[in-house]
């Protein structure tokens, strides 16, 4: 069973800092792309960051300068380092998987970051 776990949202002041982090399981094929996605209340889905197996990375220019996406490949892992937050990211932070072969994706179930100005 194929489970994507995030953690690490939550409340924070404007200015401060969060880690989100992605732990995955039971996925059987190599992962290419890695990446967090968020959702606000009537807003659609929108790519935060994304990086390759490779290192590649890709920012949404709202966030450039201000989020560091990295992975762990040997425990297929994903994190967000979150700075200078703004209220304006506040949202569900999903995290996504697609694997290299067959481009099969995965969700996580999203986790909340509140930020309060």
Partial sequence: QVQLVESGGGLVQ???????SCSTSGI?????????????????RELVASITSGGITDYADSVKGRFAISRDNAKNTVYLQMN????????????????????RNYWGKGTLVTVSS
């Fill in 28 to 44: 059987i094929f190599s992962i290419d792309v890695m990446g967090w996605y968020r959702q606000a209340p009537g807003k659609q």
């Fill in 84 to 103: 200078s937050l703004k209220p304006e990211d506040t949202a569900d932070y999903y995290c996504h998987v697609r694997t290299l072969a067959y481009n």
């Fill in 14 to 20: 404007a200015g401060g800092s969060l880690r989100l």
